[in-house]
């Protein structure tokens, strides 16, 4: 193998973690600033940078209510395009391990 290929799997295997660490990222960042345990950060936060914008006080239960109802509609269909996306950058990423493994033998 040449060592242009040979710097060009490295690079595109670097690449590959990478997006593939960037989504999982994402994904449990979006997870856990939408959750309920997470509000009041989410409060905080926006009057740390925001002192203009009035966050309002919702109780816990009611978040908690409105999250497991738009959980099953919109954001179960948002996770699983997310979970696709995950598995296919996993895929790619084997794929490349793959191909030098197969060209050393």
């Known amino acids: ?18 997006v593939l660490a960037g989504a999982v990222t994402l994904f449990l960042v979006k997870t856990l600033w939408l959750t309920p345990f997470s ?5 905080y936060t926006v009057d740390l940078l925001m002192p203009n914008v009035s ?19 919109m954001r179960l269909i948002d996770t699983m395009f997310q979970g696709v996306a995950i598995v296919a950058a996993a895929i790619g990423a084997a794929i490349l391990f793959r191909v030098e493994k197969e060209q050393k033998g």
């Open 39 to 43: 509000y009041q950060v989410f409060a």
């Open 55 to 73: 966050v309002t006080e919702i109780p816990a239960v009611q978040i908690g209510f409105y999250e497991g109802v738009y959980m099953w509609s």
């Open 1 to 18: 193998m040449s060592e242009r290929r040979k710097l060009a799997l490295k690079i595109a295997r670097i690449l590959s973690g990478i």
